[in-house]
């Protein structure tokens, strides 16, 4: 799995390297960062599971995105992004026995990565600053589940998984932001931006579980994947190639 992700991530800089294309418009490669954002915009960003006694809530903390893009320019006004994401997202619980003064609290992390891929309209302000708006799809890898123990006042115990099964390790998001980019010619562009992730799917099947001595409760349900996020991206700067076809000169 991570010889293939590394395979994806050098792919952009050998098939999409810093030139002007046969239609004389720019390619860019680059970085990206995204902070993801806890909100009930584009989902629920909490789940409540409740068993008899046993009651836990999950939310969705602040988490982080970061990796690489190309953009390859189809003409002024349009161009198509795309790239590689990792993507470290963070989950608070807090679980309790509702007849008795037992409640935990913990963190839980969930690791998965993204091809994004978009279609980028870019309208010129000013002569180096662009306002743009995108919408695509990302193709979503969950590579593992992951879970948690809490142990609260020793005899009690509060299991929590993220379940990703294993036929459901791969994903669709629906994706759509708009941003404004500062162009230049010796530093590179500079975006700042947000958007929104619609998952067509959960992010993982929660299964929570309560157990002292041979008291067990058990409940689970599906954790939606969806988030708004702060996007940044930083393109090296474009150098134009010296081996064009066509150069610019007098006619003769």
Do not use: C, W
Not at 129 to 150: E, Y
Not at 164 to 178: E, Q, R, W
Not at 229 to 235: A, C, I, M, Q
Request: glycine fraction near 8%.
């Amino acid at each position: 799995m991570r010889r293939f992700i590394l395979i994806l991530f050098i792919l952009p800089f050998s098939l999409f390297a810093q030139k002007e294309n046969k239609f004389g418009v720019q390619n860019y490669f680059g970085f990206q960062a995204r902070m993801i954002v806890p909100s009930n915009m584009v989902g629920p960003n909490s789940l409540t599971l409740t068993k008899d006694y046993f009651t836990t809530t999950i939310e969705q903390k602040t988490g982080y995105a970061f990796g690489g893009v190309v953009r390859l320019g189809l003409s002024e006004l349009i161009s198509i992004e795309t790239g590689l994401n990792y993507i470290q997202r963070f989950y608070g619980f807090t679980m309790q026995r509702t007849d008795s003064n037992i409640v935990s609290t913990n963190t839980m992390r969930f690791i998965h990565y993204d091809i994004p891929v978009s279609a980028v309209i870019n309208v010129k302000l000013t002569k180096s600053i662009f306002a743009n708006a995108f919408l695509g799809v990302a193709l979503q890898n969950k590579p593992s589940s992951v879970g948690i123990i809490d142990n609260p006042k020793g005899k009690h115990e509060f299991f929590h998984m993220g379940l990703v099964d294993i036929h459901k390790k791969i994903s669709f998001d629906l994706m759509t932001g708009a941003g404004f980019e500062y162009r230049t010619k010796k530093s590179g562009v500079f975006y700042l931006g947000g958007s929104a992730r619609i998952a067509m799917a959960p992010v993982f099947q929660l299964v929570a579980k309560y157990q002292y001595v041979n008291e067990e409760r058990l409940t689970f349900g599906n954790v939606n994947g969806s988030y708004i996020s702060v996007d940044l991206k930083y393109f090296l700067p474009y150098k134009r190639a010296t081996n064009l076809i066509f150069k610019p000169g007098p006619i003769q």
